[in-house]
Nanobody, 121 residues
Framework: QVQLVESGGGLVQAGGSLRLSCAAS????????MGWYRQAPGKQRELVAL???????NYADSVKGRFTISRDNAKNTVYLQMNTLKPGDTAVYYCNAEILGLGFSRYLDYWGQGTQVTVSS
């Protein structure tokens, strides 16, 4: 069984910073892309940032220059460094990973439980 466990959310003032972490554990053979999504109240879940196994990154326009995604392949962990936070960044942030589990023949999508990020003005 595979699990994604997130940490690092919280309440911060506008202009502040937070760092999210997401660790994958369980019967894992390989992890392909890892990413962060967010969902604000009344809105659809949206992609925030994505990183491939080799380190290629992709960001939503709204976070470019403020957020940085990184990963530690040895630890099966992905990070999201969020700087210059704005009230519009308030949302539940979800970790996502494409994982090939032991005994499986294809990569499957896994999601974390979500962590709340609240930015006050």
């Amino acid at each position: 069984q595979v699990q994604l466990v997130e940490s690092g959310g919280g309440l911060v003032q506008a202009g502040g910073s937070l760092r999210l972490s997401c660790a994958a554990s369980g019967s894992i053979f390989s992890i392909n892309a890892m990413g962060w999504y967010r969902q604000a109240p009344g809105k659809q879940r949206e992609l925030v940032a994505l990183i491939t196994y080799g380190g290629t990154t992709n960001y939503a326009d709204s976070v470019k220059g403020r957020f940085t995604i990184s990963r530690d392949n040895a630890k099966n962990t992905v990070y999201l460094q969020m700087n210059t936070l704005k009230p519009g960044d308030t949302a539940v942030y979800y970790c996502n990973a494409e994982i090939l589990g032991l005994g499986f023949s294809r990569y499957l999508d896994y999601w974390g439980q979500g962590t709340q990020v609240t930015v006050s003005s």
